[in-house]
């Protein structure tokens, strides 16, 4: 007879399906309902940022209570992988062109809710809106945006910590410390490249970007949430932008936890997750 601890639980059902967006293989979309349209006061368009290599079941936890909240709102997944870091810029951008499109063809910026985690959301987010630069032809014109959320993110070139996002998923304890020490190596190798050649660090760019009015409107609510005892982004590089936010004049919220891991805020407390989500949408408004 088999106990509780041995009964496997059915795979739950999603109220949200998501589609694949053609010609963007890193791209998922949701539209609501037949009949079902956003009341004035609620999001149109919500665009979901995952953290490098989240897994789609992580990701349902937000777009599912994303549901519940604004159900009549078309909720976009932009995904984002490691190799990412191979992959040259232009084919970053050209495989996310067509989630640019639907943005600026058919939802109100003043209608739209962006919600990044991680420094990988941040990037996939960047690669989005150079898309929109390109095929609108206007390159000072923003991502819409009328709320962002930043889960976990901006961070910058944390070489540890980047190794720990890279190899945290590796359960085996000697495969995880052998890729890590390649990670940190791999890094180092790269920022001297960097150097070398001139080019700024990629985070000190994807930091600027964030505080350019052509890449977010200035007008757009920005929420910071984070943890005081994240080793991979840590609590003080999050909040010293959230200040260079702030003296640009624009409308910031910090929302610290104390003790929760990367990404991951959520599951400790998911009722102060979700009021921050809702206040956050509501003050956008004011």
Not at 12 to 31: C, E, Q, T, W
Not at 139 to 149: D, F, Q
Request: charged fraction near 20%.
């Amino acid at each position: 007879m088999a106990t509780p601890s041995t009964v496997k639980r059915a795979p739950a059902v999603l109220m949200r399906m998501f589609d694949k967006i053609a010609g963007a293989p890193n791209a998922l979309i949701s539209r609501p309902a037949a009949g079902v349209a956003a009341s004035k006061d609620e999001p149109e368009l919500i665009l979901i940022f995952g953290w490098m290599g989240a897994q789609l079941q992580h990701i349902h936890k937000y777009t599912e209570t994303y549901h519940k909240l604004y159900p009549g709102a078309t909720q976009i997944i932009v995904r984002n992988y490691p190799d990412w870091w191979w992959t040259r810029e232009e084919l970053s951008i050209q495989s996310l062109l067509p989630v640019a499109k639907i943005v600026n063809e058919e939802y109100n910026p003043q209608r739209t809710l962006v919600h990044a985690f991680s420094n990988g959301g941040v990037l996939a987010l960047v690669n989005v809106t150079d898309g929109l630069h390109r095929l609108s032809g206007k390159p000072s014109l923003p991502l819409p945006a009328r709320s962002v959320i930043f889960d976990s993110c901006p961070g910058d070139s944390n070489f540890l910590g980047g190794a720990k996002a890279f190899t945290g998923h590796i359960k085996n304890s000697i495969i995880r410390t052998a890729a890590s020490a390649l990670a940190v190596s791999s890094m180092t190798l790269f920022w001297l490249f960097l150097t070398a050649t001139g080019v700024e660090d990629p985070f000190v760019t994807m930091r600027k970007r964030l505080l350019d009015p052509t890449f977010l409107p200035e007008t757009a609510s920005r929420t910071y949430i984070y943890s005081k005892t994240d080793e991979l982004v840590p609590a003080q590089v999050v909040e010293q932008h959230a200040q260079e936010s702030k003296k640009l004049g624009m409308d910031v919220v910090l929302e610290a936890y104390e003790n929760t891991p990367h990404v991951n805020h959520l599951k400790q407390n998911p009722d102060r997750y979700w009021a921050i989500v809702k206040n956050a949408w509501a003050r956008s408004g004011n």
